[in-house]
């Protein structure tokens, strides 16, 4: 009887104990979180480029979420650069806005 209460006893603070110690599988996933990239790179360059087409360049990027790759810092200061650089076109009229809202450069 005093065995099986021991027992039970252990069981019960190591379930309660149990919560507080780390998961190691996280904890290794959030290391390995900055190799996303490169096994991302890896799928690209694994697409073998066919001489004959010429350069194999991938512009859909839709899929792919940009803050992880080139960080929140450096994508909000293209946001401003490319801002100031629209408004400054806009000033000096070198591009005119279409029906859809979209500038576009001014044809003479």
């Known amino acids: 009887m005093a065995k099986q209460f021991i027992v039970l006893l252990t069981l019960a603070v190591l379930s309660s104990v149990a919560a507080f110690t780390p998961n190691f599988n996280q904890q290794s996933q959030r290391v390995s979180s900055h190799l996303s990239a490169r096994s991302r790179s890896k799928q690209n360059k694994s697409q073998k480029p066919n001489p004959a087409a010429g350069v194999n360049v ?17 994508l909000k200061k293209k946001a401003r650069r490319n801002k100031r650089v629209l408004n400054q076109k806009i000033r ?13 450069p001014r044809s003479n």
């Open 58 to 74: 991938v512009d859909d990027f839709d899929g792919i979420d940009m803050i992880p790759l080139l960080g929140l810092k450096r």
């Open 92 to 104: 000096e009229g070198k591009v005119i806005q279409d029906e859809e809202g979209v500038w576009v």
